[in-house]
């Protein structure tokens, strides 16, 4: 889109020429690199409980970001305002870092050509009637607390964002995007003759239209999922403890994926050696069934950016292909260092933030193996069909996951539920012991949140069923 | 002048329809200088500001904020509080504080420092400097750093609400940090320390912190998986005061009302030994849990959630404390708009006589945790699980380092089994602990 067109360009009257001005004044004490990030953030957020709508937000962010990179070094700024005086403080903020002439070239901008449209949503939630959006919690709770008369808690929201941004580079880029997302998710509470309570969670949603929360991802599938969970775990005993086999079921679990490999291979961890995958490109870190992909352009999902937040077109990047680690994830300033192009994978909470490498879709490719298979292949393990959160130390490459919902294994078949436990193993060595994958793979319905030094974006997540041989179970019952 | 803002938009509020509002202004700069293997690495410096409102119309409520302060911007804000404030459905228990319950506390808090403002950049990135090099040249073994970073923030906040509360107060606050790598058989471990004031006269010398988060590091060098074992957990003040964080979120009143804590059902009844006190304070002078009033203008005050053993207070703010029919606590907390939650001023476990030392001693086998990874705890139910790390004790001695293990337990069952606490009790956040003891736990390994 031209930039006269564009968001910022249309509202705020900036054309190239501005651009132009602002990154010299950004590099006017020097650098190899310099960018703008402008951004206008609407969001809104609909929370229903005890069959009211008790919460409704509503609100808007904008500002612009200034980074001016010189070798390894990083001057940033920002300004909650768009007036140029206030553009122009932040520039020679982040100029600030750098000291000599300038080694950048002075070049025109070019608005390139247009690229994938992966999100092509005519009306962004974000700009729908109020009302319609309300009607979406409404129908999660009714189907929720008609579920099962055990269920007694039903906390239903909904929460939208639409993201204008435009990103001016010293490179010579101008890109514009028109960012919509929607996630909507369901909080349930069972218990049974005034016991223990038990909780189950679902939601999901992605860069999708009101009308895409159809099926799996209607309000009322994502009700009666929270609503099994919770009533599954009042059934549930304890969790077992210690090493055993673990067959993870298809879709969310691939958190696993996200925390064991995905961290270690942003390249930041890499360039500076403190990653336990740093310098094992071409080593096996995974047993011949594993191939493992980031794919930030796939469409309408949560983890998908028509470009990432650096301008760069976002794609697909293999990071693990049959056990060996093929490539790491990498934005501007770890490419140039590692001397690779960028893959897209440059990611910014907001315009306060610096981007770092992030990872977008998530997901291994699926095997041959039949799901039905793989449960019977096991005579004594643990099945887990949901994850709650996970976390890694990058440099042990220890890493965790909790699982929510999850059975037994015993003699070849699914048994009793277990309460919650965590689930722990060591990065470059836990997809050794997959020895099995089916042939089911399913990315999981779009809820997924990841944090890395303070700063949050959307992710997904995809794995097919698989069996692991060997990994440390933190239940409580030997 | 933010106060007058708030104030203003108010005002605005109720012209516009809303029967009662409230508003919250905050605005901060903030500064990170981060060094990584003795050269500078980033300096970030900016200052923002943002305006939130919550309106009332009757007993329907709807909410907006915005990063736009000047005047059609917060007409925007009021407009946009109103519109939403549509769909939202009468709730019986929807309000504010009652004005007798609002105010603020006098006296200075100590919250604020010109001192931070007036740092000089390049004495920031000094102190990064030598904390940096103090952590590399500790040992030969400290091989690599993930870098130190010196930050400081200047900021302040201001609330007004349509039954005449307004107050603002500045805060100010500095730290510095460190994360080196040490590397030994091929293997690495990293660790890290910080220090964090409200003043930069209150911070520990650079020089300390990259030694300790260096010793940090190099003692988890040759980590290994132990069995799975039933045994003593000795949580670090560090760990535990996660710890304190769960305990903190099953009494706030938010879970406690809805029956989704496993403590809503025991108020008044034993829950942890005579040697256990627990308090919430929000008026201690310098902390970073403190504040003169709450986040609905509720003067802060001290309450003692478990006093020896009995669990005698929820913390709520006026939402919650209408739901379970008591008195708000004066715990409020938003960040700048919607319905308050509920958040803690400096919530902390009150340290017992002996140095930590001493409750190693009767130990003949146990785990002292130094790390926790993971969200696998459900203060519903209590169910506990979650990554550790740490050094093993054989004999009242630390051993040797472990990792790749899990502890888990049931939190109600922790609280009960916390044999000792140690008079370590240091505030470095709004949550802290002592050393303490949990009898036994659940270590799960090979």
């Keep these: 889109m031209p930039l006269a067109d564009s968001f910022f360009g249309r509202k705020f009257a900036i054309t190239a020429g501005d651009l132009e001005g602002w990154l010299a004044e950004a590099l006017s004490s020097g650098g190899d690199y310099a960018d703008l990030y402008f951004e206008y953030l609407a969001t809104s957020s609909i929370g229903m409980d005890e069959s009211m709508v008790k919460s409704a937000m509503q609100g808007v962010t904008l500002g612009v970001g200034v980074r001016v990179i010189s070798g390894e070094k990083t001057g940033y700024a920002y300004s909650d305002n768009l007036a140029p005086e206030s553009i122009r403080k932040a520039c020679r903020v982040a100029a600030m870092i750098a000291a000599g002439p300038s080694k950048v070239d002075k070049t025109s901008l070019d608005e390139g050509r247009p ?98 929360f159809t099926g799996t991802k209607s309000p009322e599938a994502f009700a009666r999922e929270a609503a099994r969970q919770a009533i599954v775990q009042l059934e549930a005993v304890e969790a077992p403890a210690g090493e055993m086999t673990v067959v993870l079921g298809p879709g969310w679990p691939g958190i696993l994926l996200h925390e064991a490999v995905g961290h ?61 680690l093929r490539g790491y994830l990498a934005d501007k300033l770890s490419s140039r260092l590692l001397g690779q192009p960028s893959t897209g994978n440059g990611r910014r909470e907001n315009y306060q933030n610096i981007p770092m490498p992030r990872m977008t879709n998530t997901f291994m490719l699926a095997g041959e193996s039949d799901p039905a298979d793989i449960v019977r292949s096991v005579p004594r393990g643990l099945y887990c069909a949901n994850f709650g959160g996970g976390q890694v130390d990058i440099t042990s490459g220890n890493f965790v996951f909790a699982a929510s919902e999850s059975y037994l294994i015993e003699d070849g078949r699914i048994t009793r539920p277990v309460r919650g436990a965590t689930l722990i193993g060591n990065g470059p060595e836990a997809l050794k012991y997959v020895s099995m994958v089916g042939y089911d793979l399913k990315l999981d319905e779009g809820v ?30 030997r | 002048m933010s106060v007058e803002t708030a104030e203003r938009v108010v005002r605005l509020a109720l012209n516009s329809g809303a029967t009662d509002a409230e508003c919250t202004i905050s605005e901060g700069d903030e500064f990170t200088a981060q060094v990584r293997m003795r050269s500078l ?7 923002s500001r943002a305006a939130g409102v919550r309106v009332l119309i009757g007993k329907r409520s709807g909410s907006s904020y915005t990063s736009d302060l000047c005047d059609e911007g917060l007409r925007h804000l009021v407009a946009s509080a109103l519109e939403i404030a549509v769909i939202s459905t009468e709730d019986p228990c929807a309000g504010m504080p009652d004005a007798t319950e609002l105010g603020s506390l006098t006296g200075d808090l100590a919250l604020y420092s010109d001192d931070v403002s007036r740092l000089e950049t390049a004495w920031k990135i000094d102190q990064a400097m030598q904390c940096e090099a103090a952590a590399l040249d500790a040992d030969a073994r400290i091989v690599n750093s993930e870098g130190a970073s010196f930050n400081s923030y200047s900021g302040a906040r201001a609330f007004a609400n349509s039954l005449g509360f307004s107050g603002a107060y500045r805060m100010a606050s500095c730290s510095l940090s460190v994360t080196p790598v040490a590397r030994d058989n091929g293997k690495l471990e990293r660790d890290h320390w910080y220090t964090v004031g409200r003043t930069p006269g209150v911070l520990e010398p650079a020089a300390d912190v990259g030694r300790r988060a260096a010793e940090r590091a190099l003692r988890r060098l040759g980590a290994r998986k132990v069995a799975t074992v039933k045994v003593p957990v000795v949580f670090d003040p560090e760990v535990a005061r996660s710890l304190l964080g769960h305990v903190f979120e099953a009494i706030s009143g938010e879970l406690v009302w809805r029956h989704a804590s496993f403590l809503s059902d025991k108020l008044g009844e034993r829950i942890a030994p005579e040697h256990v006190t627990m308090v919430d304070d929000g008026t201690i002078p310098g902390l970073f849990g403190t504040s003169p009033f709450d986040d609905e203008g509720v003067p802060s005050r001290r309450t003692v959630v478990i006093e020896r053993g009995i669990l005698k207070s929820w913390l709520l703010n006026s939402y919650t404390a209408r739901k379970l029919g008591l008195k708000t606590t004066s715990n409020a907390a938003r960040g700048l708009s919607g319905n308050a939650g509920v958040g803690r001023g400096n919530f ?44 093993w004790i054989e ?15 049931n939190l109600a069952r922790m609280l009960s089994g916390i044999s000792a606490v140690a008079n370590d009790l240091r505030f470095r956040g709004s949550t802290a602990s002592p050393t303490l003891v949990i009898e036994e736990m659940t270590v799960s390994g090979q």
């Design chain 1, 115 to 212: 690229g994938h449209n992966l999100y092509p949503v005519l009306a962004a939630p974000t700009e729908t009637a109020l009302a319609d959006r309300a009607a979406m919690v409404q129908r999660a709770d009714a189907v929720a607390r008609a579920y099962d008369s055990r269920v007694f808690q039903v906390q239903a929201s909904w929460a939208d964002s639409l993201r204008q941004i435009l990103i001016a580079t010293s490179d010579g880029s101008i890109t514009t995007d028109r960012q919509p997302m929607a996630r909507m998710s369901v909080r349930v509470l069972a218990r049974e003759n005034g016991g223990v309570p038990q909780s189950g969670f679902s939601g999901g949603g992605g860069r999708i239209g009101l009308d895409q």
């Design chain 1, 264 to 324: 270690g291979l942003e390249a930041d961890f890499n360039r500076k050696g403190v990653s336990a995958f740093s310098g094992r490109i071409g080593q096996k870190v995974a047993s011949e069934f594993c191939t493992v992909m980031d794919d930030g352009a796939m469409e309408h999902r949560r983890g998908s950016l028509n470009v990432d937040d650096e301008g760069v077109p976002t794609r697909q990047n293999l990071l693990i292909e049959n056990g060996v």
């Design chain 1, 448 to 477: 997924g949140i990841c944090g890395k030094e303070g700063q949050s974006v959307p992710v997904g997540v995809g794995i097919p069923t698989i069996r692991i041989d060997r990994m440390t179970v933190g239940g409580t019952a």
């Design chain 2, 41 to 47: 690495e980033t300096l970030k410096e900016a200052g």
């Design chain 2, 348 to 391: 902390f476990l009150e340290p017992g006589a002996a140095p930590p030392a001493d409750l190693l001693r009767g130990i003949r086998q146990g785990l002292y945790v130094t790390e926790l990874i993971g969200q696998g705890v459900n203060v519903v139910n209590g169910d506990y699980s979650r990554g550790a790390a740490g050094l």
């Design chain 2, 395 to 409: 004999n009242g001695e630390l051993a040797y380092p472990v990792s790749e293990i899990t502890i888990a337990s």
